[in-house]
Protein backbone atom coordinates (compact mmCIF):
# COMPACT_ATOMS: atom_id res chain seq x y z
CA UNK A 1 0.00 0.00 0.00
CA UNK A 2 1.09 3.53 -0.68
CA UNK A 3 0.68 4.85 2.98
CA UNK A 4 3.12 1.86 3.94
CA UNK A 5 6.01 2.81 1.19
CA UNK A 6 6.06 6.45 3.17
CA UNK A 7 5.75 5.38 6.62
CA UNK A 8 9.54 4.59 6.98
CA UNK A 9 10.56 7.64 6.71
CA UNK A 10 8.17 9.71 8.67
CA UNK A 11 10.41 10.06 11.35
CA UNK A 12 13.72 12.09 10.97
CA UNK A 13 17.03 10.07 12.45
CA UNK A 14 19.86 12.02 10.93
CA UNK A 15 20.61 15.62 10.94
CA UNK A 16 23.46 17.25 10.01
CA UNK A 17 23.92 21.09 10.14
CA UNK A 18 25.77 22.14 6.97
CA UNK A 19 25.83 26.27 7.47
CA UNK A 20 24.80 29.48 7.68
CA UNK A 21 24.73 31.69 4.05
CA UNK A 22 23.59 34.32 3.46
CA UNK A 23 24.28 34.11 -0.94
CA UNK A 24 23.21 31.82 -3.00
CA UNK A 25 26.46 30.76 -4.21
CA UNK A 26 27.73 29.87 -0.87
CA UNK A 27 24.57 27.12 -0.68
CA UNK A 28 25.19 23.60 -1.20
CA UNK A 29 25.88 23.05 -4.82
CA UNK A 30 24.90 18.89 -4.55
CA UNK A 31 21.20 19.33 -6.03
CA UNK A 32 19.54 17.82 -3.44
CA UNK A 33 15.90 19.27 -2.93
CA UNK A 34 15.17 21.07 -0.12
CA UNK A 35 12.31 22.63 1.30
CA UNK A 36 12.10 26.01 3.68
CA UNK A 37 10.43 27.52 6.44
CA UNK A 38 9.50 30.42 6.93
CA UNK A 39 7.05 33.03 8.60
CA UNK A 40 6.51 36.21 11.01
CA UNK A 41 8.96 36.81 13.51
CA UNK A 42 8.09 34.36 16.67
CA UNK A 43 5.44 32.24 14.95
CA UNK A 44 7.20 29.53 16.52
CA UNK A 45 9.64 28.63 13.66
CA UNK A 46 11.90 26.93 15.59
CA UNK A 47 10.25 24.74 17.73
CA UNK A 48 8.97 23.50 14.84
CA UNK A 49 11.68 22.84 12.88
CA UNK A 50 12.55 21.06 16.22
CA UNK A 51 9.39 19.34 16.66
CA UNK A 52 10.08 18.28 12.50
CA UNK A 53 13.74 16.77 13.32
CA UNK A 54 12.99 14.91 16.74
CA UNK A 55 15.82 17.63 18.31
CA UNK A 56 15.88 19.96 21.27
CA UNK A 57 18.04 22.45 20.21
CA UNK A 58 18.59 22.27 16.22
CA UNK A 59 16.94 25.48 15.65
CA UNK A 60 17.50 28.18 18.35
CA UNK A 61 14.53 28.71 20.14
CA UNK A 62 14.74 32.49 21.39
CA UNK A 63 12.04 34.38 23.05
CA UNK A 64 13.52 37.62 20.83
CA UNK A 65 12.43 38.04 17.93
CA UNK A 66 14.78 38.04 14.95
CA UNK A 67 17.17 35.12 15.85
CA UNK A 68 17.39 33.81 12.26
CA UNK A 69 19.52 36.05 10.50
CA UNK A 70 20.94 33.65 7.63
CA UNK A 71 19.71 30.80 5.58
CA UNK A 72 20.74 28.11 7.73
CA UNK A 73 21.10 24.26 5.83
CA UNK A 74 20.19 21.19 8.06
CA UNK A 75 20.74 18.13 6.05
CA UNK A 76 18.19 15.04 6.75
CA UNK A 77 18.93 11.46 6.37
CA UNK A 78 21.53 12.30 3.84
CA UNK A 79 18.36 13.03 1.22
CA UNK A 80 16.77 16.47 1.41
CA UNK A 81 17.52 19.68 2.70
CA UNK A 82 15.53 21.90 5.84
CA UNK A 83 16.33 25.12 5.14
CA UNK A 84 15.73 28.12 8.45
CA UNK A 85 14.49 31.11 6.93
CA UNK A 86 14.88 34.67 8.52
CA UNK A 87 11.23 35.53 9.95
CA UNK A 88 10.16 38.86 8.33
CA UNK A 89 8.03 41.88 9.51
CA UNK A 90 10.22 42.34 12.23
CA UNK A 91 10.20 45.98 13.00
CA UNK A 92 12.98 46.30 15.77
CA UNK A 93 16.01 46.26 13.58
CA UNK A 94 17.45 48.70 11.33
CA UNK A 95 15.82 49.96 8.08
CA UNK A 96 19.37 48.82 6.22
CA UNK A 97 18.97 45.77 7.95
CA UNK A 98 15.22 44.99 7.38
CA UNK A 99 16.41 45.30 3.37
CA UNK A 100 18.63 42.80 3.63
CA UNK A 101 17.27 40.26 5.07
CA UNK A 102 14.38 41.26 2.20
CA UNK A 103 16.99 40.58 -0.45
CA UNK A 104 18.56 37.78 0.80
CA UNK A 105 15.25 35.57 1.13
CA UNK A 106 13.87 37.20 -2.30
CA UNK A 107 17.12 35.85 -4.08
CA UNK A 108 17.26 32.66 -1.94
CA UNK A 109 13.24 31.67 -2.51
CA UNK A 110 12.77 33.44 -6.24
CA UNK A 111 15.93 32.08 -7.84
CA UNK A 112 17.27 28.75 -6.38
CA UNK A 113 16.09 25.68 -8.65
CA UNK A 114 16.43 23.31 -5.92
CA UNK A 115 13.96 24.76 -3.98
CA UNK A 116 11.11 22.17 -3.60
CA UNK A 117 8.39 24.02 -1.37
CA UNK A 118 8.22 26.83 0.73
CA UNK A 119 6.42 26.06 3.92
CA UNK A 120 4.75 29.82 5.27
CA UNK A 121 3.80 29.70 9.04
CA UNK A 122 0.69 31.08 10.34
CA UNK A 123 -0.10 31.91 13.84
CA UNK A 124 -3.46 30.44 14.53
CA UNK A 125 -3.98 32.57 17.39
CA UNK A 126 -4.16 35.86 15.74
CA UNK A 127 -6.60 37.35 13.01
CA UNK A 128 -5.34 37.46 9.55
CA UNK A 129 -2.29 39.90 9.14
CA UNK A 130 -2.15 41.97 6.21
CA UNK A 131 2.54 40.96 6.18
CA UNK A 132 1.39 37.07 5.94
CA UNK A 133 -1.11 37.91 3.06
CA UNK A 134 1.07 40.21 1.02
CA UNK A 135 4.57 37.33 1.26
CA UNK A 136 1.86 34.95 0.02
CA UNK A 137 0.93 37.19 -2.81
CA UNK A 138 4.64 37.49 -3.98
CA UNK A 139 5.29 33.46 -3.73
CA UNK A 140 2.13 33.30 -5.83
CA UNK A 141 3.20 36.08 -8.31
CA UNK A 142 6.93 34.47 -8.56
CA UNK A 143 5.21 31.13 -9.27
CA UNK A 144 6.81 28.96 -5.87
CA UNK A 145 4.90 26.35 -4.45
CA UNK A 146 4.05 26.76 -1.57
CA UNK A 147 2.31 25.37 1.64
CA UNK A 148 0.60 27.11 4.82
CA UNK A 149 1.40 25.27 8.60
CA UNK A 150 -0.78 26.73 11.41
CA UNK A 151 1.23 26.99 14.47
CA UNK A 152 0.49 27.17 18.13
CA UNK A 153 -3.03 25.23 18.01
CA UNK A 154 -2.50 24.22 21.85
CA UNK A 155 -3.25 28.04 22.99
CA UNK A 156 -7.00 28.75 21.66
CA UNK A 157 -10.02 27.07 21.94
CA UNK A 158 -11.47 25.08 19.09
CA UNK A 159 -13.82 27.18 18.19
CA UNK A 160 -11.55 30.05 18.21
CA UNK A 161 -9.11 28.38 16.16
CA UNK A 162 -11.52 27.17 13.28
CA UNK A 163 -12.55 31.49 13.47
CA UNK A 164 -9.05 32.40 12.43
CA UNK A 165 -8.19 29.91 10.30
CA UNK A 166 -11.91 30.31 8.10
CA UNK A 167 -11.02 34.47 8.48
CA UNK A 168 -7.44 33.42 6.89
CA UNK A 169 -8.61 31.38 4.46
CA UNK A 170 -11.43 34.21 3.08
CA UNK A 171 -8.79 36.34 3.20
CA UNK A 172 -6.67 34.40 0.60
CA UNK A 173 -9.93 33.53 -1.47
CA UNK A 174 -9.80 36.85 -2.29
CA UNK A 175 -6.89 36.70 -4.37
CA UNK A 176 -6.76 32.80 -4.65
CA UNK A 177 -8.70 30.59 -6.42
CA UNK A 178 -8.45 27.90 -4.06
CA UNK A 179 -5.96 27.28 -0.97
CA UNK A 180 -2.46 25.33 -0.95
CA UNK A 181 -1.91 22.39 0.83
CA UNK A 182 -2.84 23.02 4.86
CA UNK A 183 -1.15 21.28 7.96
CA UNK A 184 -2.38 22.14 11.93
CA UNK A 185 0.58 22.04 14.28
CA UNK A 186 1.29 22.13 17.84
CA UNK A 187 4.96 22.07 19.77
CA UNK A 188 3.56 21.22 22.55
CA UNK A 189 1.08 18.48 22.03
CA UNK A 190 3.52 17.08 19.15
CA UNK A 191 0.48 18.00 16.59
CA UNK A 192 1.31 17.89 12.80
CA UNK A 193 4.92 16.94 12.35
CA UNK A 194 4.03 13.60 10.72
CA UNK A 195 1.81 14.96 7.94
CA UNK A 196 4.40 17.56 7.50
CA UNK A 197 7.59 14.99 6.80
CA UNK A 198 4.79 12.84 4.79
CA UNK A 199 4.28 15.48 2.36
CA UNK A 200 7.58 16.16 1.83
CA UNK A 201 8.35 12.52 1.72
CA UNK A 202 6.11 12.43 -1.06
CA UNK A 203 6.93 15.24 -2.85
CA UNK A 204 10.66 13.81 -2.67
CA UNK A 205 9.43 10.65 -4.46
CA UNK A 206 8.04 12.23 -6.68
CA UNK A 207 11.00 13.50 -7.72
CA UNK A 208 12.54 10.34 -8.69
Same mark, same amino acid.
Given at each position: ????????????????????????????????????????????????????????????????? $? /??? &? #????? @?????????? =???????????????????????? $? /??? &? #????? @?????????? =????????????????????????? /???? #???????????????????????????????????????????? #??????
Amino acid at each position: MPGNHYFCVMKISEVDFKGSFVYLDQCPADGMPEYAFIGRSNVGKSSLINLLTNRKEIAKVSGSP $G /KTQ &T #LNFFL @VDQSWYLVDL =PGYGYARISKKQRQRWKQMIENYI $G /KRT &T #LINTF @VLIDSNIPPQ =PIDLQFINWLGEAGIPFSIVYTKED /KSKS #LELAQNHQAFRREMLKSWSEMPPEFHTSTVTKMGDDSILMYIAN #LNEGLR
